[in-house]
């Protein structure tokens, strides 16, 4: 037997029965509790869609696809991050590959020139 069971039936008229949920929620848990619920559910989508990004990321090499990770975001709350690590466990060069750089010229060496 569940202590904390809960039946949720959406019928009608979905505005007032979505109140009447929030009401539930905010009565329950507070908003300290709803707030921690949200941010769960938000890290836990994020995770859910990590495995799609990191099927998009170039292949050149397998080590930016394996930095990829959904986690909660430092600064927006409730918030999520999709994308590469960078630090010890991740890879430096990531950031630049997500955001760019800007166009610049790489000058061609030959044999013996140094840059």
Not at 14 to 25: E, G, I, P, S, Y
């Amino acid at each position: 037997m569940a202590v904390n069971g809960l039946e949720l039936e959406i019928q009608g008229d979905v505005r007032k029965q979505t109140d009447a949920l929030q009401k539930v929620f905010l009565e329950t848990l507070g908003w300290k509790g709803i707030r921690k619920l949200e941010q769960f559910a938000t890290v836990n989508a994020a995770r859910a869609l990590a495995p799609y990004v990191r099927a998009a990321a170039p292949t050149d090499s397998k080590a930016l696809a394996k930095a990829v990770r959904g986690r909660k975001s430092r600064i927006t709350r409730p918030g999520a991050v999709v994308g590469p690590v960078g630090g010890r466990k991740g890879v430096w060069y990531g950031w630049l590959t997500v955001k760019g750089v800007k166009p610049h010229r790489i000058p061609k060496l030959t044999a013996g020139q140094q840059a």
